[in-house]
């Protein structure tokens, strides 16, 4: 059998790879390894398929740090690397896992989505502060919007605005004397 260098998860192409990598020593690892290695991950996973996928996976990530291992090393390098992609692989499907949860229990769980007539209610009050808003000068507004809505600082807004922190509270305060003034409770 050949190594299948076509694998789509791989982080160096054929060429690539091939170029780091002695062709005859990967092909004989590979030969030498892959069955046990194979069987090695399909006595953990009980997934065949898998198994063989992640039998790809170490040997592509063999030839990309290849040059650098000694021949004593490399089988020792290939079962390390899929005993890690195995610890990987059972992690993620732990973080995916969920447990089914009776029906009668999903009855006790509040919506915290607040109602029809309340959203309505907080569009109404939104139109009606923005009239309200209309009605003052620019630069109040502007010194309203950018410290209650943007949620700046008088000394940003001052500085933004070029004008100072005191000027900044005193318009402050002019549109929220009336805001209360004319907005119904």
Do not use: W
Not at 35 to 49: C, I, P, S
Not at 88 to 95: K, T
């Amino acid at each position: 059998m050949v190594l299948n260098y076509a694998n789509p998860r791989a982080s160096l192409t054929y060429s690539q790879a091939t170029r780091r990598v002695d062709r005859t020593r990967i092909n004989t690892l590979f030969i030498n390894h892959r069955r046990e290695l194979a069987d090695y991950v399909g006595r953990q996973l009980n997934d065949r398929d898998l198994a063989a996928d992640f039998v790809q996976e170490t040997f592509i990530r063999f030839m990309e740090h290849g040059d650098t291992l000694p021949a004593e090393s490399c089988r020792a390098f290939l079962y390390s690397t899929v005993r890690h992609l195995v610890i990987d692989h059972v992690r993620a499907l732990r973080r995916r896992k969920t447990d089914a949860v009776p029906t009668e229990d999903l009855v006790h769980i509040v919506d915290d989505r607040p109602c029809a007539e309340d959203v309505m209610a907080a569009r109404e009050r939104i139109r009606q502060i923005a009239a309200l808003l209309d009605d003052l000068p620019q630069l109040t507004r502007r010194i309203f919007v950018l410290n209650r809505v943007t949620g700046l600082s008088y000394r940003v807004v001052a500085a933004r605005l070029h004008v100072s922190e005191s000027t900044v509270q005193k318009h402050l305060a002019t549109v929220l004397r009336h805001l209360l003034l004319h907005l119904p409770c």
